[in-house]
């Protein structure tokens, strides 16, 4: 039982020495983080630690070890106080679940006490004492039948509220500032190498990285098990607790004998239940590690279908899955094979917990010192005690998915709390509710790796932009000595870029491919921050990013041209974070049909609607995979119309286009009236990268990348197909 023992030797039973345990051709995640070198690399918990750095090598062991019962009971603290601490909710059923455990456990002794008379009365014969406890019994069964219901109701609506709190919370750090993409860009490019994927993780559990795998896993399961244990734990113990202070006192009052050999036959299994289990807590994360990498290479050819389709890439696949599979089957072998070593000692153990308590009374019974209505009772105290002092024993394998899942999530929300730069850390902020909507435009993506080339990081500001009737063309985009580096530091891509783009002027950005022209697009929108210079732009509610791969959010095809201005609130009223664009109400039925003309789909909706355009547009389609990719494109143009940005930032957009198709988009553009409020009356303002000579005749200034250069020029003649896409 957790209750009764030593620190010491029940974090090392949890957590394990993984490095200890590891074969030599593979590394262990530790879960500690720490084991390699006994620093401790999470800010969060230097200085909880520090006392390690003074520790003399041979207690090094200990203390790492220590540091880890710790850092998990640290990690399930800062995961669960905030929603108690927030939530009315939560703190009103934690109490009433508190209430209830302790009613269910008071009736137990009760009805312990009740036990030993109705033995003593068939042993006497006595039938009026035999009737009197039965009444009793069936008092007691009608008044805990509503206690035990209650508890087990009580026990899941905290855990769905609390799971629903969490994960929303999870969710909202995840997409705040943008982490999910900060996250995934911390990823590697997968598929990776089986030797590759082990590395990767490994450095991934020892913190050398910020590297999070697998983030769905995380926010869709591991939040769910965390409550959902964290619960049914507390109830165990709280039970175990009372349960073995009351019996503890019956059975020392009645039997101390038995008692003492108790304690120690408990003593005994719990220690020895830890050392042979040890092992599970670092075979269980594992496995949850490698499920979820098993189900994204699924959900990978899921999404990829077609074109694995075209290249008959079943065998590439299947081998790639086939393998990760194989890393589930080993683990779980593995994890059977210390199961197995640790069920040959507990299935022993709890035989013996049939014969042992009657092995110790039997000779007093028979001596007539003890009535048998005692003996019985001693046996029903006897069980209670030792299933709350062996609930390390019984529970072993699911303490270990625990701990696994409680590394997991933390090491998960605490890089995203790293990530994001508006986030203060410390124990009091670790799950504070980032607000909605003002994202700082800056996304602090990259900042660890700067240091190597650079000292400070590309700024972003907002520019503040003159309402329509101004007839000052007021510059939309300034860009001053700007360095552009990739995230890993490893190349620059531009050096000393400055360029002023006035409302109304379009630019193309042209360049060879590889040269980065999408990376200067990052670096606009925020996404990438490495190197240095100053950005200034509208604020993001007046740009548009039509990014080079066309995206289709799930919903209907309503939601696809409204896209992102689809948000509502429940009353009907537009989300708080997209307040300043295009109400999506404003936009009826025939309103986003004309729409569908603008952009050469016109019978697309009814298309999709069997004949009905309305339907079509409330209808719900896989969009990515049904439209082609030029309607794709096409839908991302409507978009604009919708949404009416002030500044268009397009990347290759309309690569998959026909020239007449592509004619028609940049004239829809050159032609939009701005209806957004301060906006002016001239159409968006547009800056294109794109390789198509044609593209020239739509824009006036022209930014040629080269070698890390950037020259910007006037397009003078747009008939000429000039050098830059010639050459490149
Ligand atoms: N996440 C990343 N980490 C490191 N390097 C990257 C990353 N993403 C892109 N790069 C590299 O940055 C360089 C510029 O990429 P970018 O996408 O900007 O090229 P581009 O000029 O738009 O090319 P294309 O015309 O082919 O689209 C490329 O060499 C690319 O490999």
Known sequence: MLLAMDEESLQAALLGDAAAEAPSTTKVPDLSGNADNGTDTDPSFVTKNSSISSTTPMNRSQLSSQSKLRRLLYAFRTMSA?????????????????VIILVSCAGKVYLSYQVNYFYSALVDKDIEKFWEVMLVFAIAMVCFVPVDVAYAFVQIRLNIAWRKWLTKRALKLYFHNKAY???ERKSPTRPMTLDESIDYYDAAANKKT???????QRIQEDVNSFTTYSL???SVIVESFVDLISFSILLGSIMPELFIGLILFASFGTILTIIIGKQLVRL???????????????????????SIAFYSGERVEEKETDRRLLRVIDNSSLINMAQMRLNFFTISYNRLTWILPLMIVAPEYFAGIVEFGVVQQARVAFDHILGDLSLVISEFTSIAQFSAGIERLYSFLNAMQEIDGDRTKGDDTFLQDPGCGDDNTHVETDTPTISESFSTAITVKDIELPASSSLVHADILVISNLQLATPDNKRVLLQNLNLSLPEGKNLLIVGVSGAGKSSLLRAVAGLWSTGDGLISRPNKEHICFLPQRPYCPPGTLRDQLLYPSTILNDDGSPDSATQSRPNPRDWDDAALLSVLVLVDLPDLASRSGDGDPIRGLNSILDWSNTLSLGEQQRLAF????????????????????????ENKMYA?????????????????????????????AYHDIKLAIKDGVGVVSEIQNSFVVDEDFLLG
């Open 638 to 661: 409507a978009r604009i119309v919708t949404n009416r940005p002030r500044l268009v930032i397009m990347d290759e957009s309309t690569s998959a286009l026909d020239v007449k198709s």
């Open 284 to 306: 269980n994360f594992e496995n949850l590690q490698r499920e979820a990498d098993f189900r994204f290479s699924l959900v990978r050819v899921r999404e990829n279908a077609e």
């Open 668 to 696: 829809l553009l050159k032609e939009l009236p701005l209806e957004a409020e301060g906006a002016s009356n001239m159409g968006s303002t547009y800056i294109s990268v794109g390789h198509r000579p044609t593209l020239l």
């Open 82 to 98: 905030p929603y108690f601490r927030e939530s009315r909710e939560g703190k009103c059923l934690f109490g009433l679940l508190f």
């Open 181 to 183: 993409y900060s996250l």
């Open 232 to 234: 049914s734990y507390f």
């Open 210 to 216: 910020k590297q999070v795998d697998n983030p769905d």
